[in-house]
């Protein structure tokens, strides 16, 4: 059986879900899509006219298909395309979306979706992921990436090229966050080993910001114009209910129309109930400082804020690049203990330098960063090592640089700072060109919590 929605649309239509509803019947064993739209490129423009179809089975969202590729969306029950989870097709009321992310004047835009439904036997054994027992690690620092793409969204890799990259670099654990979609997370589960924790997630890819959602492996809602009205708020909420640990991503990066989405421009949540944000995206650029200048404020404002760093890698790079790779001092290497980790903000970010840094008060209380301290007579003290020539290590108080000197070798230093004198501190190395090599997460002095 074929079925066909055809539709023109305009910039009108910009950042909406378009829905397409068809019916499946009983003994269906095959769902396959195809979406057509001309004209790729407006006339005039430099950026191509982008779109994604979301869909859904009568049990809930089944995948996206969020970069369009030449083959088509095939549901069955033993395999998918990716980003597409494999299970039954169900009978029923199943549900297209074209979630149009940038639609440029002048031209109007046609699209056309084209599903065939089979009922001829699929012959495909499921593709079968079991996930490894590992060895437990103990207490320690660990270190890895938090946001990576694969091609179950847009990436051009797969998940075993990603797992062989975090393995390359010596990471201990990588997270697998593709754009609102789950379905990468079985095979990048059954990838994990006694070198590498596989780590659950997903980047809640809306038209107006984007979020790292971790440690789960649910799907999570990233839609704000469903019939809900859900607004940003809403939606991180939900994620954190869920147990996801959120984080905004990338909130300076250039958006629309260069990167539609890429920039986060949810005036109510600068941090609003966020209370992680990824300062380090990629490498360092002027969209890094602008957000690290957006965590430094954010903490002035009194929030308790973690910063995270993510390659957000769509595939291979000739060269090796200088990311801000997440340094994790964790209970063990699980999980659930990395996300516990980093919750406490017990992490720094670097491209190679170990950055310490520690406080301790006139009564004997100790803090790592991440941690808080009552306010009273501190000693901050910072210790470093492997950094590059020329390096400056930089002295944090309240988002201003109290302190710098040469960190071209390793070395140490401390510095008091008297009762009520700072609401909190932080280190940071930096190369010769001011770029950053490491930094860390605060130790908080006013006692908040
Ligand atoms: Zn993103
Ligand atoms: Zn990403």
Redesign the pocket.
């Known amino acids: 059986m074929k079925i066909r929605f055809e539709d023109t649309i305009t910039t009108a239509h910009d950042h909406r879900h378009i829905p397409h509803v068809f019916e499946v019947p009983e003994g269906t064993t095959e769902v396959h899509i195809e979406l057509a739209y001309s004209p790729r490129f407006s006339a005039g423009q430099m950026f191509h006219n982008q779109m994604s179809l979301s869909v859904a089975d009568p049990a809930g969202p089944r995948g996206v298909y969020y970069l369009l590729r030449d083959y088509g969306i095939n549901i069955t029950e033993a395999a998918c395309t990716p980003g597409f989870n494999a299970g039954p097709v169900r009978p029923g009321r199943w549900l297209i979306e074209v979630d149009t992310y940038r639609l440029l004047p002048p031209d109007p835009i046609t699209y056309t979706i084209d599903v065939t439904l089979s009922d001829r036997p699929v012959d495909t054994p499921p593709r079968v992921f079991p996930k490894p027992k590992r060895a437990l690690r103990g207490r320690g620092w660990y270190k890895g990436d938090l946001?990576a793409?694969s091609l179950h969204s847009d990436a051009s890799w797969d998940i075993p090229d990603l797992i062989a990259y975090a393995k390359s670099r010596g990471h201990d654990f990588q997270s697998l966050?593709d754009?609102n979609t789950v379905s990468g997370l079985p095979e990048h589960d059954s990838r994990g080993d006694d070198e590498l924790l596989t780590m659950g997630g997903l980047?809640l890819t809306t038209y107006y910001g984007?979020a790292v959602v971790l440690g789960t492996r649910q799907w999570q809602e990233w839609r704000l114009d469903t019939d809900d009205h859900f607004t940003m708020p809403q939606l991180a909420q939900k994620a954190m209910d869920s147990g996801g640990f959120f984080i905004i991503?990338h909130p300076q990066n250039v958006g629309y129309p260069e990167c539609a989405g890429c920039h986060w421009d949810f005036e109510d949540m600068r941090p609003g109930n966020a209370r992680a944000v990824e300062i380090w995206n990629g490498t360092w650029n002027p969209c890094t400082e602008h957000a690290t200048q957006d965590f430094y404020h954010w903490l002035n404002e009194g929030y308790r804020m973690v910063a995270t760093g993510g390659t957000?890698l769509h595939g291979p790079h000739a060269e090796p690049r200088r990311h801000g790779t997440n340094v994790v001092f964790a209970d063990e290497l699980s999980e659930a203990e990395i996300v516990a980790a980093l919750r406490r903000g017990h992490s720094y970010l670097s491209a190679g330098p170990e950055l310490l840094l520690t406080a301790e008060t006139a009564s004997g209380a100790r803090a790592m960063c991440g941690d808080s301290l009552s306010p009273d007579d501190a000693t901050i003290s910072i210790a470093w090592k492997d950094t590059p020539p020329g390096a400056r290590l930089r002295f944090i108080v309240d988002g201003a640089v109290r302190d710098q000197r040469d960190a071209s070798e390793a070395g140490a230093a401390s510095w008091p700072l008297p009762k009520g004198a700072a609401q909190w501190c932080g280190a940071e190395i930096r190369g010769a060109d001011g770029s950053m090599w490491a930094i860390s997460n605060p130790i908080y002095l006013d006692g908040r919590q």
Do not use: L, P
Request: cysteine-free.
């Open positions: 946001h793409h966050t754009h980047e984007h991503a957000d």
